[in-house]
Each structure stands twice: as C-alpha cells, then as structure tokens.
C-alpha cells in the first residue's frame, strides 16, 4: 500500500532534503554568510579609513589593499558619508 502525498507536501520534503544535502557539501546559511560578509566590509572599512588618515590617495589605497578601483571607491565613499 503506498501514501499518498499531496504536491506541497512533496515540494517541502524535496525542500528539506536540498537544504541538508547543501549543508553536506559544506555550504553555510544565507544569514550566516551574510554576516560574515558585514565582518570583512567592517574590517575594510577600518583599513582604508586608518590609511586616509594617514594621508594615503584613493588609487594608492587600492594598489595597498589589493582592492578593486571601484570598491576602493565604494569604500571611501561610505567613510566620507558617515
């Protein structure tokens, strides 16, 4: 005798069962990914800010850190603004 099961019920199960085979594989949680991505901006951020102020360009920041031109510009921008 087999169990009916309805689609939503199957797509939960499939769900379920993905999700466990990620976290098998080594793959984090979004949230926990997230945070560690706010971890190094953070650290960056201090970074480029301790080498503003030691009176360092943009460009040699970037060439400094081995950023790319236009995050070394994202980065500088969000110290400007706070």
């Not at 976290?23 to 480029?48: A, F, P, S």
């Not at 850190?65 to 236009?70: D, I, S």
Request: avoid cysteine.
């Amino acid at each position: 005798m087999t169990t009916i099961i309805g689609e939503e019920e199957k797509k939960r199960r499939e769900r379920i069962r993905s999700i466990n085979n990620r976290r098998k594989n080594g793959q984090i949680e979004r949230k926990v990914y997230i945070e560690e991505q706010q971890i190094k901006t953070t650290d960056r951020l201090i970074q480029v800010e301790t080498l503003l102020n030691k009176g360092y360009k943009q460009k040699q920041i970037v060439e400094e850190l081995g950023l790319y031109k236009g995050r070394g510009s994202q980065l500088v921008k969000q110290i400007k603004e706070v």
